[in-house]
C-alpha cells in the first residue's frame, strides 16, 4: 500500500511563508508526477504546482512567482515553499503523485495525501 503524507501546513500572517512536505511510503517501483492541490470551503479543488520525475514544473497562475515546487526523488519527497502569502491562498492543501506499481507496470496509479490546512490571515 502507498501513503502520501503530508506536513507543514499552520496558521500564517499574510506575507509570511510556509514550507510544505509530502513524504511517500510503501511498495512502488518509481514516482512518476507529483503535485499539489489545495481546496478552499465551497470551492473546487484545484492545481497549485506539478513537477515530474525530471524537474519540468507547472505553476498555476495564482502561485506563479510566490510558490516554487520541488523534490528530492532519493527521498521520495515533494515540496512546496510558499511565499508572500495572503488570505485567498487559505485552503486545504493535498499532496499528489502518479506511481508505477512494478518495473514492468505499464500504467500510473495515482495517490492523493490526507491534505494539510494551511490558513492565511490577514
Known amino acids: 500500500q502507498v501513503q502520501l503524507v503530508e506536513s507543514g501546513g499552520g496558521l500564517v500572517q499574510a506575507g509570511g511563508s510556509l514550507r510544505l512536505s509530502c513524504a511517500a511510503s510503501g511498495s512502488f517501483f518509481s514516482i512518476n508526477a507529483m503535485g499539489w492541490y489545495r481546496q478552499a470551503p465551497g470551492k473546487q479543488r484545484e492545481l497549485v504546482a506539478s513537477?515530474?520525475?525530471?524537474?519540468?514544473?507547472n505553476y498555476a497562475d495564482s502561485a506563479k512567482g510566490r510558490f516554487t515546487i520541488s523534490r528530492d526523488n532519493a527521498k521520495n519527497t515533494v515540496y512546496l515553499q510558499m511565499n508572500s502569502l495572503k488570505p485567498e491562498d487559505t485552503a486545504v492543501y493535498y499532496c499528489?503523485?502518479?506511481?508505477?506499481?512494478?518495473?514492468?507496470?505499464?500504467?500510473?496509479?495515482?495517490?492523493w495525501g490526507q491534505g494539510t490546512q494551511v490558513t492565511v490571515s490577514s
Open positions: 499528489n503523485a502518479d506511481f508505477y506499481p512494478f518495473l514492468s507496470s505499464r500504467r500510473s496509479v495515482n495517490y
Open positions: 513537477i515530474t520525475r525530471g524537474g519540468s514544473t
